[in-house]
Nanobody
Framework: QVQRVESGGGLVQAGGSLRLSCAAS????????IAWSRQAPGKERKFVASSNRGGGNTIDVDSVKGRFTISRDNAKNTVYLQMNSLIPDDTAVYFC????????????WGQGTQVTVSS
């Protein structure tokens, strides 16, 4: 049984910070590409940031560049999304997904974690 995957969400005021964690027992993040995506109410899910197995990290949304950072700690089997200077538009459910390197299909491991930014 896979344990809860995403954690670290919550309610924060604009300008605040949160660090999301993606970890799942029974799954190894060190061998996978990992991505964070988010889905705001009434909107499509969009990728926010990704980290490939080789350590290359990408921010996929212009509006979060300079504010969000993705990182991984393979020793802890965890991928993080550090979110600073949060704004109300960052309010969404955040999900992590994994992909076998060299393939195209992402697999979502968990139910997401809610991030709510108040103005």
């Amino acid at each position: 049984q896979v344990q809860r995957v995403e954690s670290g969400g919550g309610l924060v005021q604009a300008g605040g910070s949160l660090r999301l964690s993606c970890a799942a027992s029974g799954r190894t993040v060190s061998t996978a590409d990992i991505a964070w995506s988010r889905q705001a109410p009434g909107k499509e899910r969009k990728f926010v940031a990704s980290s490939n197995r080789g350590g290359g990290n990408t921010i996929d949304v212009d509006s979060v560049k300079g504010r969000f950072t993705i990182s991984r700690d393979n020793a802890k089997n965890t991928v993080y999304l550090q979110m600073n200077s949060l704004i109300p538009d960052d309010t969404a459910v955040y999900f992590c997904a994994a992909r076998i390197p060299g393939t195209l299909s992402w697999v979502y491991w968990g139910q997401g974690t809610q991030v709510t930014v108040s103005s």
